[in-house]
């Protein structure tokens, strides 16, 4: 719902402000003038600041945590496409002005990814943690992305999914380096 209630809403806290996305249905939202991933920013009053619809249409709301942020408070969201087939990665400035988009595409693949969460990196790009499922393999695919948009690696660790607990991961938390 894109009113005052925002039904199913996933998101955090981050410097003094609320980050929401939810599944966006009223058309007059600027963005995507259908139903599409919407954001939300509120104040800790739970004033919006922001409020609006994702510019690409067919992206889907994703993740347990879809926001990550640079030093600068530059905004990192990513979305999934309706196909499962591709992720939009979205660079915002703190007031929501687009810096860039990336578009990973894996029509040409036969797994279907889901974007999951995403930390931000010392160079000030992302990790971008994505559920990748093939047949009934589930494994935890991290790319790496640059501040400027690039994909610079990719990770895929194979069967890391299927554990309830997802994947064993130490020293937590760190800043230094971590073992999977």
């Not at 990513?78 to 990665?89: C, D, L, W």
């Not at 640059?146 to 020293?171: H, N």
Request: glycine share 8%.
């Amino acid at each position: 719902d894109s009113g005052g209630f925002l039904d199913g809403a996933l998101g955090g806290w981050h410097n003094g402000r609320f980050y929401f996305s939810y599944v966006g249905n009223d058309p007059n939202v600027p963005g995507c003038p259908v139903k599409n991933a919407a954001i939300d920013v509120r104040d800790s009053t739970l004033k919006v600041l922001y409020r609006f619809k994702l510019p690409d249409c067919g992206y889907k709301v994703s993740g347990k945590m879809p926001f990550s942020f640079d030093a600068q408070d530059n905004v990192y969201y990513a979305a999934p496409h309706e196909s499962f087939k591709k992720i939009m990665v979205y660079k915002f400035t703190p007031d929501f002005k687009p810096i860039w988009k990336k578009e990973l595409d894996f029509s040409n693949e036969f797994s279907f990814y889901f974007p999951l969460s995403q930390l931000p990196t010392d160079d000030g790009g992302i990790l971008l943690n994505c559920f990748e499922k093939l047949n009934a393999i589930q494994n935890l695919r991290i790319y790496k992305i640059s501040s400027d948009g690039t994909v610079v690696s990719s990770t895929q660790l194979p069967g890391a999914m299927s554990a309830a607990e997802g994947p064993f991961a130490f020293p937590n938390p760190t800043t230094g380096p971590l073992t999977l």
